[in-house]
């Protein structure tokens, strides 16, 4: 098992570009999320899915979109990028949002640096 | 707005010894979690608690729900160099609930 593979790693936008940060589980997972983890402050929900067909906004969405077409992906899209989303996001996944299920698995995140 | 307040910010240890850190709320949490992010990595979730007064070890890493239901706490016991990182708290206040997470507690382990 791969677990949660994000893409890029590091990447680096002029104001105003648009992108795409890949998210990729080969778990099976229902459940998928992106947070974006910003200096001296707790990870932040962005937009989550709890199924295929299924998306929905967290704490902080604006700017950003998501689509899950499939159960593995969920990739998200940077509309057009600004310098307040500089920032490290991370891709999650688990079994379930309900009960017992928690984002129990992260990828190694995404740096994004908006110039 | 984030509603946890996660201390202490930072710590350094020193090889061998038990340290304690805690979470506190400012609403009642039915699922209390404790994740640790390595420097470039993502965060590794270490113990789920579940119930007030629940008490649950993985290895020498000890969390406890807290009685209020308010509150959780994480101990390291005889630590090592590798438990340096940052331990994160996450809790929400219902079944399907989004979580909350702490800021952090940055640990820093001397020989």
């Known amino acids: 098992n791969a677990g949660v593979t994000q893409t890029p790693k590091f990447q680096v936008l002029k104001t105003g570009q648009s992108m795409t940060l890949q998210c990729a589980q080969d778990?099976?997972?229902?459940?998928m999320s992106w947070y974006r983890q910003d200096p001296g402050m707790g990870l932040r929900l962005i937009h989550y899915s709890v199924g295929a067909g299924i998306t929905d906004q967290g704490e902080v969405p604006n700017g950003y979109n998501v689509s899950r077409s499939t159960t593995e992906d969920f990739p998200l899209r940077l509309l057009s990028a600004a310098p307040s989303q500089t920032s490290v996001y991370f891709c999650?996944?688990?079994?379930?949002?309900?009960?017992?299920?928690?984002?129990?698995?992260f990828g190694q995140g995404t740096r994004l640096t908006v110039v | 707005g984030q509603q946890l307040n996660q201390s202490p910010q930072s710590m350094f240890i020193q090889e061998g010894e038990d340290v304690s850190m805690n979470c506190t709320s400012s609403?009642?949490?039915?699922?209390w979690l404790w994740y640790k992010q390595d420097p470039g990595e993502g965060p590794v979730l270490l113990i789920a608690l579940y119930k007030a007064g629940e008490l649950t070890s993985n290895g020498r890493l000890t969390a406890q729900f807290g009685i209020t239901r308010k509150d959780s706490f994480l101990n390291i016991s005889a630590s090592i160099p590798s438990d340096v990182g940052i331990y994160f708290c996450?809790?929400?206040?219902?079944?399907?609930?989004?979580?909350?997470f702490g800021a952090g507690t940055q640990v820093v382990v001397t020989p």
């Open positions: 609403s009642i949490f039915n699922t």
């Open positions: 996450a809790g929400r206040s219902d079944s399907w609930g989004k979580l909350q």
């Open positions: 999650a996944s688990s079994y379930t949002q309900g009960d017992r299920g928690m984002p129990a698995f």
């Open positions: 778990m099976n997972h229902e459940y």
